[in-house]
């Protein structure tokens, strides 16, 4: 499981359901399904990870989440997660209104693109960065939304929602006291539990 998954996981009650948006291969959910025997939905648009969900035994809906969460009824999920997939949606902040509309919590992931990294990078080169954690040119990233984590503390302000726990972690996945001071400028990958004010 990627480290980022490993803390995700600590904030998610045993016997919950967990819708999780952007599933990917289904390796978060097939995790929580063994081991805290939860009750979960995947909603993923890659044709490939679609199978290896359903290879994982994982329940997965092939769905935009562009298109909004319809589909869902108020309050029928515990935890609703949004992983590393935050910056290549169309309309973020809709999506974190649906979110915390359909589920009590919210665990939302995201590179932070106000780290000292990528500042350094555009000071420097004059270019957008590329790095083996953001590896794609700036004209074929998934990424359309650049967020830093003083962004998202302000829409999380501006949308009344609770900030249940913030952690902030490098590259690694690995926290320190420094990125805990200065989590815009360090903090490489922020993760946020969120829950309506």
């Known amino acids: 499981m990627r480290p980022d998954l490993e803390i995700i996981q600590q904030w ?38 679609i199978r290896q969900c359903i290879d994982n035994g994982v329940n997965v809906i ?6 909004g969460l319809d589909n869902f009824q108020t309050d029928s999920f515990d935890t609703v997660l ?4 935050l910056q290549a949606l ?7 209104e649906e979110m915390l509309r359909i589920g009590k919590k919210g665990i939302v992931t995201f590179p932070n693109f106000g780290n000292w990294k990528c500042r350094l990078y555009l000071a420097s080169k004059g270019r957008m960065p590329v ?28 949308m009344a929602i609770s900030v249940l726990a913030r952690t902030v972690v ?18 490489e990958i922020a993760i946020y539990h969120i829950s309506r004010g």
């Not at 959910?29 to 890659?46: C, F, R």
């Not at 169309?90 to 999506?95: A, I, K």
């Not at 790095?131 to 501006?158: A, E, G, K």
Request: one cysteine or more; glycine letters at 6%.
């Open 12 to 49: 998610i009650e045993p016997d919950s359901r967990v819708l999780d948006l952007g599933c990917g291969d289904g390796s978060l959910l097939h995790y929580l399904n063994l081991q805290k025997n939860v009750s979960s939905i995947g909603l993923e648009i890659d044709a490939d990870n």
């Open 62 to 67: 092939e769905q935009n989440m562009d298109a």
């Open 82 to 85: 949004l992983t590393q997939t």
């Open 90 to 96: 169309s309309n973020p902040r809709r999506l974190i």
């Open 131 to 158: 790095s083996r954690f953001m590896s794609h040119q700036w004209y074929d990233t998934p990424n359309i939304h650049f967020c830093t984590v003083r962004d998202f503390d302000d829409l999380c302000r501006d």
């Open 170 to 187: 490098d590259s690694q996945h690995q926290g320190s006291w420094a990125e805990r001071a200065w989590p815009n400028l360090l903090g």
